[in-house]
């Protein structure tokens, strides 16, 4: 059994979400003041996984029982000053449990065709703090589920702070400004990234393409962020091995995602949607999660000429 939390300091407070705070020992090696304000956060699961956050620096990192400790893990325990040896010996229990990884949860399929695709660990933005009530109103209005592990900020304007994981490790993330100015996202993002693949379940069929976190999150989709699918992210959706069934934002931008669908010979779905309704998120909200997915699934089509026609359709009502 690895025990994180014998490593933290003897200082520390446990809050109601399950965080573990103390003060952290990252800022320091990172150029930031010395955290007197117990801004270091560790979420243990049962398991002996557990994932950090540092609410004053950003620093990320995180441990997956069955995995090798990353480096920003490494990096975290030796600023705990755990000894080398101590580090080695948490990386060789845990990789006594590789064969079970996975077995634990229902995503273990998953995890294995992730792994083949990698992406840099990064971190989350200096100065957050847990939801407020205001971010959680936000989410809750755009039908998220609170279960996601937002974060709040204030500075420079307030927002929610999303992140972005690959195989449960932070590898960038997004803020949605709560006041309606431009621009309402700014994001850090790596190259062929995919969100949501770690919101599929192993015995899902299908993968939902979209273009927003928001539409990703709220049918627990993957979101291409943007309204194309570049080359890496066409292999990353592939390796899901799932049918893959595009719904693309009900606007210009949108129509080009179609033609890339059909050039990528995958589904597309442009369901008939309430006025007003022009992506997943705005349906969800109309229509509730099982609604949306259900138009989506009706309105699917594989034939190329079939999908070209709803496309004329749509592009004729968005111009009139
Ligand atoms: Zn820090």
Redesign the pocket.
Known sequence: MIDVVSFLPAKRKQTSSGWISFN????IH?G?TQ?KRQ??GIKPSPDGSWSYH??????TASFVLGRNLTFKARKLLEWLNVPTEEIERINLESLKHKSIEGLLGERQEVIQRLQSIEFEDRDLP?ETQELNELAKEYLQKRCVSLDYPFLYKTMPRRGVVIPFTHNNQVVGHTTRFLDDRTPRYIQDIQSGYVFGTDLQKSNWQTAIVVEGVFDALSINGLAVLHAEINDAQVRLIRSLGREVVVVPDQDEAGMKLVDRAVELGWSVSMPDWPAGVKDVNDAVIQLGRLGTLLTIMQSRETSKIKIELRKKQLVKRLRT
């Open positions: 952290a020992p990252c800022c990172r930031d955290d801004r270091g540092c609410f004053n620096c950003g620093y200096a």
